[in-house]
């Protein structure tokens, strides 16, 4: 339905069709064809979306769009529009889309973070503003010494919002909100619907629209998913052997602990193989080095934390890899969502070891299949290990934990970042003439008959339609006073 949807069928300005037309999207995403013409209209929205979906033109073009269509006289330091995220790394992106489709309007943007010295950001809020983009942390250091002037914000866009509420944003986020003029538009994007987020999106937004998508690339349709079987104590190995063997480009590894991304990295380099890990005790430059690097395909291998990984936006991504399960299911979604994207494929590889077999039994459940274990051609465990660092404890409950303590003016508060440190989503050998079936005798116990399904047999189950993991409740329109 969607696919007949154009562009110029949504209302925007010819000098946003011009610069969409410049980056070369032919058809909007579902979650751009159904935000643009909500957003346009003027009224709050509540979208169920997550990177990877086009989201970030979603709210983007449109507040392009309203901006310029009723222009007034900016003062230095007081911004027309906010935009909240969690992270960095998603904060450069988000200004980074402004300044791409905004690039024949006359709008000016500022992105605005922790991390990085406060100078340069007291000077840019002597100009003038229209759009700013920031992490809670540092905008609160800001309101704190007076140096930013949120009165005149009309538009409010929070981006993946449950992201930022796992991280324990909310309080500042609150601590925001009441300095906000009461008459503005509001847009809250988030991946998920916990009760925490409704509870934010019913204070928060008025009569709003609704919209939601299914992730594009769930466990389902783009993602090949594999899993290797193997103990803790060989991981590193079978993560050198697999990069090699399968002659590995562009390889994202989600690491459960900044410690063990370190020690990952420093393997890989070791054997020979170009790598970097990025994480919240990173400093911004060398994580911004890293991802760049990355992005431009000269550094191979990419470790990251799952706060540090968020938001990321690199397109295309062939390879993830999870080096261990996360503790959260639909964290295991989030992950493989880094691959597969903008309709090409790619593929998902889990490393899991004896002790992390209930978890992966939570996210079969969760995406509804079971992922086919392989092992990898030509591994041979080492029989002499280096001595393993203590496995740090994971957090008990499965669900996330609700109200992270504490912020930082960084982004990612240190316990969130440890709290979330299972590792994220990776891919194993796409090739299945490369992967054979798993002996059972590294586990504690036999793999269960299903999951010796051959790669063809699950190929055919990735084909069948997925139940959107996110079914958020409605917030019914027209039942709410402005
Ligand atoms: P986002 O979900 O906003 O992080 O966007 C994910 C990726 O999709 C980004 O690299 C965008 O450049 C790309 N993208 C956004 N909209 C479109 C579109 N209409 N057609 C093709 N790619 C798009």
């Given at each position: 339905m969607t696919q007949e949807i154009k562009f110029t069928d949504l209302g925007l300005s010819q000098p946003l069709l011009q610069a969409i037309n410049d980056v070369g999207y032919t058809i909007p995403t579902p979650v751009q064809a159904q935000a643009i013409p909500l957003v346009l209209q003027g009224g709050d929205l509540l979208a169920g979306a997550q990177t990877g979906t086009g989201k970030t033109a979603g709210f983007t073009l449109p507040i392009l769009h309203l901006l310029s269509a009723k222009p007034i006289e900016l003062k230095p330091g007081r911004p027309r529009c906010l935009i909240l995220v969690p992270t960095r790394e998603l904060a450069a992106q988000v200004e980074e889309s402004v300044k791409t489709y905004g690039k024949y309007l006359k709008h000016t943007s500022m992105v605005m973070f922790g991390g990085v010295g406060i100078g340069p950001q007291h000077a840019r809020l002597k100009k003038p503003l229209d759009i700013l983009v920031a992490t809670p942390g540092r905008l609160l250091d800001h309101l704190g010494q007076r140096?930013?002037?949120?009165?005149?914000?009309?538009i409010l866009v929070l981006d993946e919002a449950d992201r930022m509420l796992d991280m324990g944003f909310i309080r500042d986020i609150k601590k925001i909100l009441v300095v906000l003029p009461k008459q503005r538009q509001n847009l809250l994007f988030s991946a998920t619907f916990s009760d925490e987020i409704k509870e934010l999106a019913e204070g928060l937004l008025h009569n709003p629209g609704f919209v939601s998508v299914a992730r594009?690339?769930?466990?389902?349709?783009?993602v090949e998913q594999s899993v290797h079987l193997v103990q803790q104590s060989h991981k590193r190995d079978l993560m050198s052997h697999l990069i090699k063997h399968n002659d590995w480009k562009q390889v994202l590894i989600f690491t459960r602990t900044k410690h063990g991304a370190n020690r990952l990295a420093e393997k890989l380099v070791k054997d020979g193989i170009p790598a970097a890990a990025i994480h919240g005790n990173k400093s911004q430059s060398a994580r911004t080095k890293a991802l760049a690097e990355f992005k431009n395909g000269t550094l191979p291998v990419l470790v990251a934390t799952d706060i540090a990984a968020r938001?990321?936006?690199?397109?295309?991504?062939?390879q993830v890899v999870n080096f261990e399960l996360p503790n959260v299911p639909e964290d295991y979604v989030h992950r493989i969502?880094?691959?597969?994207?903008?309709?090409s494929s790619g593929a998902a590889v889990s490393l899991v070891d004896p002790e992390e077999l209930k978890l992966l039994k939570d996210i079969e459940r969760l995406i509804k299949r079971e992922i086919p274990k392989v092992t990898a051609e030509g591994f041979v465990p080492p029989t002499r290990l280096e001595p393993e660092a203590p496995r740090p404890p994971r957090p008990q409950q499965q669900r996330r934990p609700q109200g992270a303590p504490g912020r930082t003016s960084?982004?990612?508060s240190r316990s969130s970042e440890n709290r979330n440190q299972a590792p994220r989503s990776p891919h194993a050998g796409?090739?299945?003439?490369r992967q054979q079936r798993q002996p059972?005798?590294?586990?504690?116990k036999p793999v269960s008959e299903q999951s010796q399904k051959n790669l063809s047999e699950a190929a055919r189950h990735q084909a069948m339609a997925q139940t959107p993991i996110f079914a958020p409740a409605p917030i019914h329109r027209g039942n709410r006073n402005k």
């Open positions: 140096t930013l002037d949120l009165s005149g914000v009309e594009r690339n769930t466990a389902s349709e783009l938001g990321l936006d690199i397109d295309q991504l062939p969502g880094r691959t597969g994207r903008a309709g960084n982004g990612p796409r090739d299945p003439s059972s005798a590294l586990l504690s």
